[in-house]
């Protein structure tokens, strides 16, 4: 199967694989930090690394949206559930929207996927560069390179009347990068299908993203207690 086939087919999983997360109370806690910090005064929000949008339900009811992702299959899917939302194919290292927004945010630890310190501090500029005086990002990290186990398989399962999905994987590394190569096993009433989906992404440590988002012109503070797999929150508000 090619890739982009493959992504595409992945795509539609997608929202049943996530199912475990509480967007609504993820969202919700969003919104009460926006609301807390932000200084700006207006309600434009930017969803950086959206995927399908799931946060977007929940925060559109506050915000005007934009979700920006380099994976055209995903954002198919946003588009069609979020038709009000305004969606744009780019790269979080690289794109320049041409406007600026009260509020940023980059979830589901997806700043990992800059990979490399070069490109974090390229998409925390971006992002910055996209920011209202006085507007909030708020950047939830993955692990950090200590808190990364090696060798450690991996697994989740979805138990859905017509549709089962396993996704397994051990965790692998190459440096400063965590390998996480996604078996999926797909049962549908059309039969079972084998998907595999490899991604690399940045173990920074913290901080790093600290500095990298002081020296992007952003005052910085780091919440302990973030979403459910805990690994805390960043809130910059831009100077």
């Given amino acids: 199967m090619g890739n982009e086939k493959m992504y595409m087919e992945l795509a539609g999983y997608y929202d049943a694989s996530v199912s475990w997360k509480d967007y609504r109370a993820e969202c919700a806690l969003v919104h009460t930090l926006i609301r807390k910090h932000k200084k700006s005064t207006g ?3 930017l969803d950086v690394a959206c995927g399908t949008g799931n946060h977007i339900k929940y925060l559109q009811k506050h915000y005007r949206v934009t979700g920006i992702d380099k ?9 069609d559930k979020f038709p009000e939302a305004e969606f744009v194919c ?3 290292t690289s794109f320049n929207l041409n406007r600026t927004f009260d509020a940023a945010i980059c979830l589901y630890a997806s700043i990992a996927y800059a990979r490399s310190h070069s490109n974090l501090l390229k998409t925390i ?11 909030v990002t708020i950047i939830e990290p993955f692990l950090a390179k200590d808190e990364y186990v090696e ?8 138990d859905e009347p017509g549709l089962k999905i396993a996704r397994m994987n051990v965790n692998r590394r190459h440096g400063d990068v965590a390998i996480l190569d996604f078996h999926f096993l797909v ?4 039969g079972v299908k084998h998907l595999r989906d490899r991604h690399e992404v940045g173990l920074f440590d913290r901080h790093k993203i600290r500095q990298a988002m002081e020296n992007s012109g952003l005052h910085t503070t780091f919440i302990e207690s973030g979403f459910q797999n805990d690994c ?3 809130l910059g508000v831009k100077q």
């Fill in 43 to 45: 309600r434009d929000l």
């Fill in 151 to 158: 060798n450690k398989p991996c697994a989740s399962f979805i």
């Fill in 71 to 79: 994976n055209a299959g995903v954002l198919k899917i946003a588009g």
């Fill in 90 to 92: 780019a790269d979080m």
């Fill in 232 to 234: 805390g929150l960043f």
């Fill in 187 to 190: 049962a549908t009433n059309a």
């Fill in 125 to 135: 500029s971006n992002i910055s560069d996209h920011l209202k005086k006085g507007g």
